[in-house]
């Protein structure tokens, strides 16, 4: 399925990203959105095994756009 390969691949870079944020020092408040992208994150992968492929891409969104507000407040996008 194509749909699987490309969540599959924005899971990879959500690792890649997640990887750079967690070399910066993040507040508190931070904190939490870098921990619910992370839990979507991993929705994404529980879904995809349930192969409801719109739900997971759903979350894997989600994740990315969290993660890209924290990107966008330390100047790293």
């Known amino acids: 399925m194509e749909e699987v390969k490309r969540i599959k691949k924005d899971v990879e870079l959500f690792?890649?990203?997640?990887?750079?944020?967690?070399?910066?020092?993040?507040i508190d408040s931070e904190k939490k959105i870098v921990e619910m992208a992370i839990n979507y994150s991993k929705d994404t992968i529980y879904y995809l095994e349930k192969d409801d492929n719109l739900t997971a891409f759903g979350c894997i969104t989600y994740a990315h756009g969290l993660l890209d507000a924290i990107r966008l407040l330390h100047k790293l996008i």
């Open 15 to 26: 690792a890649k990203n997640i990887k750079e944020v967690e070399s910066i020092n993040v």
